[in-house]
């Protein structure tokens, strides 16, 4: 995001009322052997795993993705070609896939292809708070970058909110969103920002997250990542039996590739400030800060994602 794209609000810059849906409080810390070895074997093979959901859960409604990649300037080719490959593996893995990519990324697109989604992946850019940005409101902040008309170029967007996301949309109960890509998402800013505190991570993240997270929208999870990730994110969300947090901690297929998977040496939980009940979990580089999030009901299965 570039100060030419805030909107200013007479808002007050503070965090926002609780939300309140219910998650679990208890942290989960274990994993069995069972997960530790497919989660090994799903990072090995996570560009070209394949897991049809009628075989992983057997024969039942597959669950219905959602894949929006917005404008992102100079990233945007490559945002697209992320973009592509997730729908890609969401289908193999037996999803139903909706693909809205720049330069068709309006809100008058996403908005009804949201509604009963299961899985909602974002690619673009991120408006968050705490930013330079001030004052705090969620008319443009915590939200999705979408083009403003269709054809639009790349380096023109229009932000889509948190108040907006509660107001608007109805995910299905208990669905995962993953934002790609977005700064303040994660708990980093902007690439040519310092590494933040601690303290102004998770505040970020709780922000981004809450909307996603209100009990009108209904997600379980928000999965944040500032880096591109080498992970199978869709097969292993359809493997019976995994916890969101178990997902979070698949390591890298590419482990030489920076923050592209679970790095596990400075993991931190926080509970939320915004909603009632969920969790923070940042798994934090030493030298690069916050690429890596999560938020919600961690302990939420897969099972439970797909309504079981």
């Not at 995001?1 to 007050?12: E, G, V």
Request: glycine share 10%.
């Amino acid at each position: 995001m570039n100060a030419s794209t805030a909107q200013r609000s007479s808002h007050p810059a503070s965090v926002a009322p609780l939300s309140t849906r219910p998650h679990r409080r208890r942290r989960d810390l274990t994993t069995s052997l069972l997960v530790i070895s497919f989660m090994a074997v799903l990072a090995a093979g996570s560009l070209t795993f394949a897991s049809p959901g009628q075989e992983a859960f057997g024969a039942s409604k597959s669950p219905r993705a959602v894949v929006i990649v917005g404008p992102s300037s100079g990233s945007t080719a490559e945002y697209l070609a992320e973009g592509r490959l997730f729908a890609d593996q969401a289908e193999r893995a037996g999803m139903k896939v909706t693909r809205i990519f720049h330069p068709r990324a309006t809100w008058d697109r996403v908005r009804p292809a949201l509604q009963g989604a299961n899985l909602v992946v974002y690619f673009g850019h991120g408006n968050g708070w705490p930013s330079p940005y001030a004052p705090f409101q969620e008319t443009t902040k915590n939200g999705f970058g979408l083009n403003r008309v269709e054809g639009a170029s790349a380096f023109s967007h229009e932000y889509f909110g948190g108040d907006v996301i509660r107001k608007k949309v109805r995910l299905a109960r208990n669905a995962v969103v993953i934002l790609y890509r977005a700064c303040y998402s994660a708990g980093n800013g902007e690439d040519w920002h310092p590494i933040p505190s601690k303290r102004v991570a998770f505040e970020r993240v709780d922000n981004f997250a809450a909307a996603f997270l209100h009990r009108d929208v209904r997600a379980g999870v928000v999965m944040a990542f500032r880096t591109k990730q080498w992970v199978n994110f869709a097969a292993a969300l359809m493997r019976p039996g995994l916890k969101m947090n178990d997902i979070f901690r698949i390591p890298s297929a590419k482990p030489g590739w920076r923050m592209s998977g679970w790095m596990g040496r400075n993991n931190v939980y926080q509970y939320s400030r915004r909603t009632r009940g969920a969790n923070i979990h940042l798994d934090a580089h030493p030298q690069a800060g916050y690429s890596r999030a999560i938020s919600g009901d961690l302990r939420m299965t897969t099972g439970e994602w797909r309504g079981r």
